[in-house]
């Protein structure tokens, strides 16, 4: 495709159920990050991966919260025991992955995540 | 604590008219700016970037200033245009390490440009 996409585009799920939400990065695309935007605030770092592997998971949270790239193209950030304050929109995106931050990131439309 | 911080919530500008948005951040490890813009129900589309080594990066009607002592920068939108109205999103990229990938961003100022 020509853009990241993610899907689900929207999710309703209740508390403490499992969720899935998937991002596909742009062909080539070797770097893959997930944000998470609250209402009212601007996104905020997640996850990095280079490749396969996840260069940096700072931003997860805490241990409900898993990403994996297996293949190093399509992610999947896993979230279990889901709670009301993991509502937000969470954001893919990529870049070529050679230069590190200076290159473009390139945003999904995001996965809106409400959890009741 | 928020290193980049965008202090207006929304701005409203007449067509034609500029638009002027600001950003200020605390982290002296960020060298490298950037802003990105977003529409509802969409992801955030970069715009224009500047590393710290300029002051001033100009690109179409869009031109970003930096003001690296006073840890200050700002876009420029002239003239504009009802399609500019939207999230505008400064963000900031550090020097080293984890810094120096991970975008760290404002709240956002919602653009208004009224015909």
């Known amino acids: 495709g020509a853009g990241v996409s993610q899907t689900p585009s929207n999710k309703v799920t209740e508390k403490g159920k499992y969720v899935e939400l998937r991002c596909d990065p742009i062909?080539?695309?070797?770097?893959l990050y997930w944000y998470r935007q609250s209402l009212g605030q601007g996104p905020e770092f997640l996850i990095y991966?280079?490749?396969?592997?996840?260069?940096?998971d700072s931003g997860l949270p805490n241990d409900r919260f898993f990403a994996v790239r297996p293949e190093g193209s399509v992610s999947t950030l896993k979230i279990q025991r889901t709670e009301r304050g993991d509502s937000a929109v969470y954001l893919c995106a990529s870049s070529r992955g050679a230069a590190g931050g200076r290159e473009t990131q390139y945003f999904g439309p995001g996965t809106r995540l409400l959890v009741l | 604590d928020q290193q980049v911080k965008q202090n207006s919530p929304s701005l409203s500008v007449q067509e034609g008219r500029i638009s002027i948005l600001n950003c200020d951040y605390t982290?002296?490890?960020?060298?490298?700016f950037l802003w990105y813009k977003k529409y509802p129900a969409e992801g955030p589309t970069f715009l224009i970037s500047i590393s710290s080594i300029k002051d001033k990066n100009e690109d179409g009607r869009f031109t970003v200033f930096l003001n690296k002592s006073a840890k200050h920068l700002s876009l420029h939108i002239v003239p504009s245009q009802p399609g500019d109205s939207a999230v505008y999103f400064c963000?900031?990229?550090?020097?080293?390490?984890?810094?120096?990938?991970?975008?760290?961003f404002g709240k956002g100022t919602k653009l208004s440009v009224i015909p």
């Open positions: 062909s080539g695309h070797t770097a």
């Open positions: 982290n002296s490890m960020f060298d490298y």
């Open positions: 991966f280079q490749g396969t592997g996840a260069a940096d």
């Open positions: 963000a900031a990229i550090g020097n080293s390490g984890a810094g120096s990938y991970q975008l760290t």
